[in-house]
């Protein structure tokens, strides 16, 4: 299967070959645990797992490097503001660590209600300070680095490409002048590598360094432990367009300037969730999160079709009529997988649910078009002209990318089998016992007919629901 994926800083579709053949590289920014995540952020990482899920549908072996920031990332991108984990501790009375670890299990608790795949490695920030270190040693080494005000900055002149992921302009770099308050800068958009002289009086996540005590800059760790995982050069970074500017632009600049080498091959964003006043964002106060969609009586599936349904390069506008309008959907298609369910087993596809295979695979080799891929698998399921154990194939096939929840539909639990159901299934045992037993199996082919599967056991009758 062939995938094109848009590379922003090409800003063009391209076949995707990887480095080596059949293993993908590919890390992922992840979260800044100082808060819950909001449904936005988590559009970014179901976009992600659904380009992780198409490699490897594709056949590729993905190696799925995630980072969880819990040191260093100030509220704003470019060193100014407050420390993230730092304003949260204040206001929570909690210390750091705990702040951390609390924020980083609400985090993967999300992810995998969403059925977003674990990354393979997980890093933590604040385990790879050493890491970190030895990457600004070797910008020391060749020259990429100042010493200013206690603080140690990447520089910025010394990397001509400097800016190019985002098209970034001379004229942006200065107008950089206006946002930037630190007086040690040389250049407005110069970065903090390290931090000694921290302006926070009550910094409590210090380390010894070469400069002296102190803390990463954010957007260090990423280039760090991407290169420690996937190695000096790898496949994919991706994370929401927001990184374009500052965030991944430094990152390319330490990472290249450190090894004097290209780095990543696709830089992959994904657009943002809005809500009515712009970017869904957490400094806006309010934010939605998916407990509070679930408490609402979402499902997490629910959110996951709801972002299915537009592009990943394209803006969403959350509203809860959007979010009810994917439920009543996704509840349909469940109905439908059901039905299909209670038909048999799932046999291998046909030719002709294998034409909806094969356009789906297109669609989602085209750059990831998730919603013309729900569109095959809706065609798929509606039509009758294929037997319904092959679509129930073909949907479980569509399934390990989109991960809808088609697999797992199950008929409704032993407890919860309509008083109809369990009446037959004692007529059918009384039968048994009276020795009808033509009665008995027309009651069974009735029972399988509703999706009841029954089997007499030395043990006695049990009947399970059929898939
Ligand atoms: P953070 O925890 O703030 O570092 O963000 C985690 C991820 O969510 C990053 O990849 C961001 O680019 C992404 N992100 C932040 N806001 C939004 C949004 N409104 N819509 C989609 N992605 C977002
Ligand atoms: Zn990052």
């Known amino acids: 299967m062939?995938?094109?994926?848009?590379?922003?800083?090409?800003?063009?579709?391209?076949?995707?070959?990887?480095?080596?053949?059949?293993?993908?590289?590919?890390?992922?920014c992840g979260p800044t645990v100082y808060n819950y995540a909001h449904v936005g952020n988590l559009r970014t990482y179901i976009f992600e797992d659904i380009l992780r899920r198409t490699l490897e549908y594709a056949g590729y072996r993905v190696e799925h490097v995630m980072n969880v920031t819990d040191v260093g990332h100030l509220t704003d991108d470019q060193d100014d503001?407050?420390?993230?984990?730092?304003?949260?501790?204040?206001?929570t009375g909690m210390s750091v660590w705990d702040i951390a670890d609390y924020y980083t299990k609400s985090f993967f608790s999300d992810l995998s209600r969403l059925r977003a795949l674990?990354?393979?490695?997980?890093?933590?920030a604040t385990d790879h300070i050493e890491d970190m270190i030895a990457l600004v040693k070797r910008?020391?080494?060749?020259?990429?680095?100042?010493?200013?005000?206690?603080?140690?900055?990447?520089?910025i002149d010394t990397f001509p490409q400097y800016g190019r992921l985002a098209r970034l302009q001379l004229d942006d770099l200065q107008s950089g002048a206006r946002i930037a308050v630190d007086e040690n800068k040389r250049n407005p958009k110069d970065f903090v590598l390290w931090f000694t002289k921290s302006k926070f009086e009550n910094q409590v996540m210090l380390w010894d360094s070469p400069w002296g005590k102190g803390y990463p800059g954010w957007h260090l760790e990423c280039s760090a432990m991407s290169m420690k995982y996937l190695g000096e050069q790898f496949d994919i970074h991706c994370g929401g367009t927001d990184h374009i500017s500052v965030h991944h632009t430094n990152e390319i600049a330490q990472s290249e300037a450190a090894t004097g080498k290209p780095w990543v091959r696709w830089w992959c964003h994904g657009e943002f969730l809005l809500d009515e006043t712009g970017k869904m964002s957490k400094s806006k106060g309010d934010f939605l999160t998916l407990d509070f969609l679930e408490k609402q009586g979402y499902e997490a599936d629910d959110y996951r079709y709801f972002c299915l349904g537009a592009h990943y390069r394209s803006q969403l506008r959350f509203s809860f009529e959007a979010l009810d309008h994917a439920r009543t959907s996704r509840k349909n298609l469940i109905s439908r997988i059901l039905e299909l369910k209670r038909s048999g087993?799932?046999?291998?596809?046909?030719?002709?649910?294998?034409?909806?295979?094969?356009?789906?695979?297109?669609h989602?080799?085209?750059?990831?078009?998730?919603?013309?891929?729900?569109?095959?698998?809706?065609?798929?399921?509606?039509?009758?002209?294929?037997?319904?154990?092959?679509?129930?194939?073909?949907?479980?096939?569509?399934d390990t990318i989109l991960a809808v929840g088609i697999r797992e539909a199950?008929?409704?639990?032993?407890?919860?089998?309509?008083e109809e159901l369990q009446e037959l299934i004692l007529q059918r045992e009384e039968a048994r016992r009276q020795k009808e037993y033509s009665r008995a199996d027309e009651l069974r082919d009735i029972l399988l007919k509703r999706g009841i599967e029954i089997q007499d056991t030395p043990s006695g009758t049990v009947w399970k629901k059929r898939v």
């Open 410 to 418: 199950e008929q409704p639990e032993a407890g919860e089998l309509d």
């Open 364 to 398: 989602a080799g085209e750059d990831l078009n998730m919603p013309r891929c729900l569109s095959e698998l809706w065609g798929l399921v509606k039509d009758s002209s294929i037997p319904p154990q092959q679509r129930l194939a073909a949907a479980y096939q569509m």
């Open 81 to 91: 503001g407050e420390d993230k984990m730092l304003k949260s501790s204040r206001e």
């Open 2 to 28: 062939k995938i094109n994926l848009y590379s922003t800083m090409d800003r063009e579709v391209r076949e995707f070959i990887p480095l080596e053949d059949t293993r993908a590289g590919m890390y992922a």
């Open 118 to 124: 674990e990354p393979t490695v997980v890093c933590r």
């Open 139 to 155: 910008l020391e080494e060749r020259g990429h680095t100042y010493e200013s005000g206690g603080n140690i900055y990447f520089s």
């Open 345 to 362: 087993v799932p046999l291998p596809p046909g030719p002709e649910a294998s034409e909806y295979l094969g356009r789906f695979e297109q």
